[in-house]
């Protein structure tokens, strides 16, 4: 009788678009893990649907089935306990958050340029990912404490400290794409928490100016410092052909002066890079507007994802068609390019159905936000929502040249444990909320 109970208590809508996100991403992966020779692939490219799924690559295919098994149980965990039982070890969950951080500023395994993974025995896991859930869970209670107090800006303040310290804690890994996501959820709660629209669109709006005004700062000491660089390099040049020693003289003047400004703007170069982003994450930040001007370097990621989504076309080239994936020339393609699959091989109508099946997931995360039966479950299932949300169009995004490269994997969908399991936390989080929004349940 209670499992019964239990079951109706469920949103089945989100549960369905969940599970079919799930089972197209396993597919999907399942093909963007192969690599063709270009016999094998012109023999398996026309064979008959079912027969293609026989063909796939089981092996990353297996992986992800068992971290999905993982991220079941702890979505039933979270499903169980009462979403305010949870939020009262707030505080606790807040100090474990910095201290796995922490732990990986000093641990932590280095791979792809980055500090972000910590091992314990055979198995990997990325902590920054399940400090998102964690931020979400412990910014609920903080916010919800300050019901009705947050209408000025100092009122915000100790909520952008709350928020702030382990945002920075990521930011050293250095992982700015999770840093991004903290944002955008930490200003979606404050929405959700009473705080006043306009003051929050004064802050964003602040914010951008800055930006723009750090990559303005950015592209004229990069292009002053590459600028002189050359006119150095000219310069000795033309001093080793120089016949008199009138004009070795006034080659080697020019050349000191031109040195000397050349140390004079490397120095600010550097010191802006060392307050601010690395060098690398400025141009990848900024190389989607013009892909094209670094080709074989830091736009070639975006330049093969167009080339995938625009060869596609409207029906795509069918399950193990795509040549870009297949024939290994777009990079990371089963984690954070894995859209770009979709839209090669599934074409238009395969990615307007993924869109659809996001849409009413996050349809269906807002209509649990609305039905919540306090300001902590609003807040649970909004910041939930905002993540997803946030994830979903920065990942699309980049992978269509809208938005610059910051490996945001696509939820539910991109291939990776650790980021499995805690989309299944988050859902289950989301479905805590549902089955309590009223006040007696069984």
Known sequence: M?????????????????????CFSLITIGSATLEFTDESFSRLKDLFFMVKLLHLDYTYVIRQVIWILAGLLLMALIMYIPYEDICKHARALYVFNLIMLVAVVFLGREALGAQRWISIGPFTFQPSEFAKLIMIITLASFLSAREGRLDRFRDLLPCFAYVGVPTLLIL????????????????????????????????????????????????????????????LLALEQQKKVAVSEKDRGELEKKYQQVEKDYREVH???????????????????????????????????????????GSGGFLGKGLLGGTQSHLTFLPIRHTDFIFSVVG?????LGAGALLALYLVFLYRGLKIASQARDLQGTLLAGGVVCMFAFHIFVNIGMTIGIMPVTGIPLPLFSYGGSNMVMNLAALGLLLNVYMRRRKILF
């Open 172 to 231: 050293m890994q250095p992982d700015l794409g999770t840093s991004m996501v903290f944002v955008a959820v930490m200003f979606g709660m404050l929405y959700l928490a009473g705080a006043r629209p306009r003051l929050l669109l004064a802050l964003i709006g602040s914010g951008l100016i800055l930006m723009i005004g750090l990559f303005a700062l950015h592209t004229y000491l990069h292009k002053a410092d590459v600028n002189l660089e050359k006119q």
């Open 2 to 22: 209670v499992s019964k109970r239990f079951v109706r208590s469920l949103d089945h809508t989100l549960l369905l678009s969940a599970a079919a996100l799930i």
């Open 267 to 309: 120095r600010r170069h550097e010191s802006f890079h060392r307050y601010t982003l690395k060098e690398y994450q400025m141009t990848r930040l900024t190389v989607f507007l013009d892909p094209q001007s670094d080709l074989l370097g830091a736009g070639y990621h975006i330049w093969q994802s167009l080339i995938a989504v």
């Open 344 to 348: 090669e091989e599934f074409g238009f």
